[in-house]
């Protein structure tokens, strides 16, 4: 069956320092790749779409790969704020299929 | 612009009853989706349209949920009779279409059926 897997465990990281979070998925071609960011009580926001084309996207302090060999996406965040503290979701989409997202990974950044 | 707009935000039921949550998605956007989310979980899709038409719908549970769109613009989600384990958020969801496009997602509605 089609699966995605994010960090199972929250992560901690120092303010500054580069947060890297996984998205792996199994047994789904997808065409597309997105990264969301989810606050407590509030809806998912859009953040970064990668197409399977693609190896790489930034967006300012932002960056996402993408390697459809290894089934494996990373999201960056560099230099790191207090206010990146969220949970983030990776979402596979393909024309096929339908769309599925990942459990989440929740950053924490520490001052 | 106004973003996704869901209500109620949150609702309270004893189970068997019946619930019903309303999503008005952005101006323009021709798809609509909506999903469950579970504590610690990522969104479920639960239902799909493009404009008025349901064109995913294998992961609603169709014995007692129900979804319609009218005129292609908002939508209601039903669910009778509710049970203990539909407690959970319902997001709302539009795009501008189907395909490399960002979906904008509402608040939610909050679901505890007791």
Excluded at chain 1, 9 to 33: D, F, H, R, V, W
Excluded at chain 1, 86 to 104: E, R, V
Excluded at chain 2, 78 to 95: F, M, N, R, T, W
């Amino acid at each position: 069956s089609q699966k995605i897997e994010q960090n199972s465990e929250a992560l901690n990281i120092q303010e500054g320092k580069t947060a890297t979070l996984t998205c792996n998925y199994t047994n789904y071609s997808p065409a597309y790749l997105q990264w969301y960011r989810q606050d407590p009580g509030r809806g998912p926001v859009f953040l970064l779409l990668i197409r399977e084309n693609e190896k790489e996207k930034r967006k300012e302090r932002l960056k996402v790969t993408f390697d459809t060999t290894l089934k494996q996406s990373l999201f960056h965040i560099t230099a790191s704020q207090p206010a990146d503290s969220a949970t983030y979701l990776c979402a596979l989409d393909s024309s096929a299929s339908k769309i599925i997202f990942g459990s989440g990974t929740r950053l924490s950044i520490r001052p | 612009e106004a973003g996704v707009v869901q209500s109620p935000r949150y609702k309270i039921i004893e189970k068997k009853q019946p619930v019903a949550f309303w999503c008005n998605p952005i101006s323009g956007h021709n798809t609509l989706y909506w999903y469950l989310q579970n504590l610690g979980q990522g969104p479920e899709l639960l239902i799909r349209y493009e404009n008025e038409e349901a064109v995913d719908d294998s992961q609603l549970p169709k014995d007692r949920f129900s979804a319609e769109r009218l005129k292609g613009v908002d939508s209601t989600l039903k669910i009778q009779p509710a049970e203990l384990g539909d407690s959970a958020v319902y997001l709302c969801a539009s795009s501008f279409s189907r395909g490399y496009n960002e979906q904008f997602f509402g608040p939610g509605t909050r679901l505890t059926v007791l």
